[in-house]
């Protein structure tokens, strides 16, 4: 079992930027796929970026690529994701999740094995 918490979210006017922070306990991320995933009201969960826990392999949704970076402190267990040149359309509750090895566009799809509680990040015009 992996236990994630995630952390940084708020409130930012457009154009700002925040750190989200993902705590993970439980077992050791060796071999694992780390990644963030976005909900806005009233639309379907999607996918913003995604890391190999081992290696430097990154993955972006074409939104946020030039704007986000996703990195991790294996000493620390922690998932980060930075966000630059925040937009209206950035607002939702971010989440972070965990899951075995995936590859491309199979890392894209919410069929993650762990989850976080999720932070909201509001971006205000």
């Known amino acids: 079992q992996v236990q994630l918490v995630e952390s940084g979210g708020g409130l930012v006017q457009a154009g700002g930027s925040l750190r989200l922070s993902c705590a993970a306990s439980?077992?050791?991320?060796?071999?694992?796929?780390m990644g963030w995933f976005r909900q806005a009201p009233g639309k379907e969960r999607e996918f913003v970026a995604a890391?190999?826990?081992?290696?430097?392999?990154?993955y972006y949704a074409d939104s946020v690529k030039g704007r986000f970076t996703i990195s991790r402190d294996n000493a620390k267990n922690t998932l980060y994701l930075q966000m630059k040149n925040l937009k209206l359309e950035d607002t939702a509750v971010y989440y972070c999740?965990?899951?075995?090895?995936?590859?491309?566009?199979?890392?894209?799809?919410?069929?993650?094995?762990?989850w976080g509680q999720g932070t909201q990040v509001t971006v205000s015009s």
């Open positions: 999740a965990g899951r075995q090895y995936c590859a491309g566009a199979g890392c894209h799809a919410p069929t993650y094995d762990y």
């Open positions: 890391i190999r826990w081992s290696g430097t392999t990154t």
């Open positions: 439980g077992r050791t991320l060796s071999g694992y796929v």
